[in-house]
């Protein structure tokens, strides 16, 4: 019976599809894939693959870059500076938890990387697309304190 019951609760868990997003593949400042439509339960593996980089949500618009420590949330993510420099392929793994689109930017050189255009999208919309959120990045003021 609790066996029964144990097995049914994990049942979504190991269902959960795993999917991998490069960061500085080919030693550029980018996600790859930038744009990812995953489910609830669905794990997604940030690995970085060159220099040092983070994968942090931040605001679709507005105060997009840099993303605020912890990310912006809510079920947001920060995975923290994750560094290449020695070779060892940091990775960070984020369980999805809702099925609303979040928005992503790496943290690094104050906010540099975000301009540059180092984006990510997990579900976006019709309204609030990857293009959009790159050029909301890619021209946002850097509002220093
Ligand atoms: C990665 O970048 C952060 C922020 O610039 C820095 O604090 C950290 O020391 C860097 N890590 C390495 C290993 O250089
Ligand atoms: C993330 O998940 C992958 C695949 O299961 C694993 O190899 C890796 O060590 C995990 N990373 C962390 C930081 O737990
Ligand atoms: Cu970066």
Redesign the pocket.
């Known amino acids: 019976m609790f066996k029964a019951i144990l097995l049914a609760a994990l049942a979504p868990v190991v269902l959960g599809a795993?999917f991998v997003v490069q960061l500085g593949l080919n030693n550029g400042l980018t996600f790859t894939p930038n744009t990812l439509v995953a489910d609830i339960g669905d794990?997604i593996?940030f690995i970085d693959v060159s220099r040092n980089h983070t994968s942090t949500t931040t605001n679709f618009d507005g105060a997009v870059c840099p993303p605020p420590d912890g990310g912006v949330g809510p079920n947001g993510w920060d995975s923290g500076f994750l560094s290449d420099l020695d070779g060892s392929l940091?990775?960070?793994?984020y369980t999805v938890v809702d099925t609303l689109p979040h928005f992503a930017s790496c943290k690094q050189a104050a906010g540099a990387h975000c301009v540059a255009g180092m984006v990510f999208a997990l579900n976006p919309t019709a309204e609030q697309t990857f293009e959009q959120f790159q050029t909301n990045a890619e021209t946002n003021p850097i509002v220093t304190k």
């Open positions: 795993t794990v593996t940091p990775s960070f793994n």
